[in-house]
């Protein structure tokens, strides 16, 4: 079955510590992104992968790292986490022309 | 000005009625323009994408795209408690998909 995998779905973290959001897929998609949802603002893209090696940011990086080492995962790394950075996190990538397809979501809250 | 705007609803239609969502975006490059649905807890879905002026339907759904006025929208026809959700108007331009806060459609039955 053609996907976008994230995990994990739920994380709670203490700010500072280090995380890994990871994100997979199976499509052989060149493109992939991150995005970001907050009530009210929607999605706000954070970084995005045209290719292996290949990224750049997007309308909201500060805070966020990411890396394309191979062409089916982009994980997003928050080297130290802040309570601003609780959110609803997608990941998705693109083949073609034909939009997105899309992560299940990753919760994230940071106290 | 937001890149994409959406009437920021909620709107509420009864079973079997029209739904319309609008959309407008400011940048005239904007080369295709997407509906995503996504219900509460859950991650966006596509429905409809266009590319051309004019109109595209499929099956309950038609979106229209008027590039002049900068302006897109959904008509859901005869709709279903199924149907309520938040739409998400999106636009591509290049490498970015830029996408409004969404409208959220509740049809009562």
């Known amino acids: 079955e053609a996907q976008v995998t994230q995990n994990p779905r739920y994380l709670i973290t203490v700010t500072g510590k280090k995380l890994t959001v990871t994100c997979s897929q199976n499509?052989?998609?060149?493109?992939m992104s991150w995005y970001r949802q907050d009530p009210g603002l929607g999605l706000r893209q954070i970084y995005y992968s045209m290719n292996v090696e290949v990224t750049d940011k997007g309308d909201v990086p500060e805070g966020y790292k990411v890396s394309r080492k191979e062409k089916r995962n982009f994980p997003l790394i928050l080297e130290s986490p802040s309570p601003n950075q609780t959110s609803l996190y997608f990941c998705?990538?693109?083949?073609?022309?034909?939009?997105?397809?899309f992560g299940s979501g990753t919760r994230l809250t940071v106290v | 000005q937001k890149e994409v705007e959406q009437n920021s609803g909620p709107l509420s239609v009864p079973e079997g009625a029209i739904a319309s969502l609008n959309c407008t975006y400011s940048d005239r490059g904007s080369q295709s323009f997407f509906w995503y649905r996504q219900y509460s807890g859950k991650s966006p879905e596509l429905i409809m994408f266009i590319y051309s002026n004019g109109d595209k339907e499929d099956g309950r759904f038609t979106a229209q795209l008027n590039k002049a006025s900068q302006y897109v929208s959904l008509l859901i026809r005869d709709s279903q408690p199924s149907d309520s959700a938040t739409y998400l108007c999106?636009?591509?331009?290049?490498?970015?998909?830029?996408f409004g806060a969404g409208t959220t459609v509740t049809v009562r039955a």
């Open positions: 998705a990538s693109r083949g073609g022309g034909f939009g997105y397809t």
């Open positions: 999106a636009v591509n331009i290049d490498y970015k998909l830029s």
């Open positions: 499509m052989n998609h060149e493109y």
